[in-house]
């Protein structure tokens, strides 16, 4: 009995967990993907987007880490994690001017027979070449930026003017604004001028659009410290910090900078093409419907530049998901998707057929208009080290256009002789 009884009970267990243990087999796992990302202006879009894609595939569930808006801080938190080849981030977000470091560094999964040419032709060739590094895919476009001029249409019409197409015109229009209006609260300009990666895109639109550079394309040779530069930055120091725009606005970052305009306190503004919408929704706007947008304005006789910004989707190579983060991305970049972030958030498509869309040349009339201009954005110096790059970039715009008495030719030599040891050790690491 001592031997027979436990059998007796043993086989009771297993036939009453028998069926209940082949559910359980027979049940799909489900594979949970991390996706590190920064904190959007607009984060509704985006849950809901995930929220459809978790609907669509039930296998999988996605979660998701915010970091800071700062692309500059977002960068520090996410290479940290990659240096350390974690593998609890499987998805994650990659600045325009980050997939050749990613790559090189061997932490952005190679995507190029995932992402065929058939595949890439569907999408704009310009952030595609963008999320590419010798040859190979290492980077989905998600969506497109590029620096637009947004300004107050009701202001404009008031006061008889037209947009500005010169730099000191637009100056010129809001000193008159100014005086008819005589708000103390009012200021010209607002952009992004706080020391991180937005200073660099603000300074080389200005820089670029009167036909100067930091760097030549084609020779690798440093321009920060050649005249049109010089004039530039000093145009920036001398006529826009401090006078066109508050003094406080070498603290700001895309947030801050648009809520001063969406606050009715800027006449003009310069932001992403997600400011649109954040500027029309009464709900977030005391100028909702009294917005316009355009090109940025250039020096006379030059033609206006726009810095190409934008985010990737990348993954982990040291993921333990990749083909459940691939389905994710295919998903997010889908027509559909990118129509959604367009149409909910203000995110400018980087897949050709959406700007065929009926519902958006409706509603988003000035994505199609300005497509040709997103087309023609001009990139940064594609590099391994481009984060050290826009560091030394920042110290010195931070600088030049803080100290008002500072040496500025002086300023310029030095960071340009600074940048060409980056350059040089940029050609030793290339893989």
């Known amino acids: ?72 801080e977002y960068h ?26 990613f790559a ?7 995507l190029t027979s995932r ?29 497109l930026a590029a620096g637009l001029f947004y300004y107050r249409k009701d202001l404009l019409e008031k006061y008889h003017f037209n947009p500005p197409r010169t730099w000191p015109e637009m ?11 005589n708000d103390p609260g ?16 603000n300074m080389l639109e200005f820089l670029r659009s009167n036909g100067g550079d930091i760097l030549d394309g084609n020779t690798g040779r440093v321009l920060l410290d050649r005249p049109a530069a010089l004039e530039a930055t000093r145009f920036v120091r001398d006529r826009i910090i401090g006078k066109a725009a508050p003094r406080g606005v070498v603290t700001y970052e895309e947030p801050e900078s648009l809520s001063l305009f969406t606050e009715g306190k800027a006449i003009f503004h310069r932001n992403w093409p997600y400011a649109w919408a954040v500027a029309g929704d009464p709900r977030k706007s005391a100028i909702s419907g009294k917005v316009g947008v355009g090109l940025l304005p250039a020096f006379k006789g030059h033609h206006h530049a726009a810095t190409l910004g934008g985010w990737h989707f990348g993954i982990n190579a040291f993921s333990r998901h990749p083909d459940a ?50 087309e023609k954005a001009a ?21 030049a256009i803080i100290k008002k008495n500072v040496a500025l030719p002086s300023l310029a030599r030095t960071s340009a002789g600074r940048l060409k040891k980056l350059l040089a050790l940029e050609a030793m690491m290339v893989k």
Request: positive net charge; aromatic residues 12%; proline residues 9%.
């Open 1 to 72: 009995m001592r031997c027979f009884l436990p059998k007796i009970i043993i086989c009771g267990i297993l036939i009453l967990l028998g069926p209940w243990h082949l559910i359980a087999a027979a049940a799909p796992s489900t594979t949970e993907i991390v996706f590190l990302t920064w904190r959007p202006s607009q984060p509704g879009p985006w849950e809901k987007l995930i929220q459809k894609f978790q609907k669509n595939h039930p296998h999988i569930t996605v979660k998701r880490q915010v970091s800071p808006h700062s692309s500059t």
């Open 379 to 399: 990139s940064r110096h594609p590099s391994p080290i481009y984060p050290m790059l826009s560091q030394e970039l920042q110290r010195f715009f931070s600088t």
């Open 76 to 101: 520090a938190i996410i290479t940290q994690r990659l240096k350390n080849k974690d593998p609890s981030v499987d998805v994650f977000l990659m600045d325009v001017v980050w997939p050749p470091e």
């Open 171 to 181: 100056i010129q229009q809001g000193e008159v604004i100014l005086r008819g209006e």
């Open 104 to 110: 090189n560094a061997g932490w952005a999964l190679d």
């Open 325 to 374: 983060a691939w389905q994710f991305i295919r998903f997010m970049t889908s027509k559909e998707s990118q129509k959604t972030l367009a149409l909910a958030a203000g995110l400018a498509p980087t897949r050709k057929s959406v700007y065929e869309d009926p519902t958006l040349q409706q509603k988003m009339p000035h994505l199609i208009a300005f497509l040709p201009s997103f």
């Open 115 to 143: 992402f065929p040419e058939a595949e890439q032709k569907k999408f704009l060739k310009e952030p595609v070449s963008a999320g590419s590094w010798q040859g190979k895919i290492y980077g989905v476009p998600c969506y």
């Open 186 to 201: 009012l200021h010209i300009y607002s952009a992004q001028f706080k020391q991180y990666e937005g200073l660099v895109c």
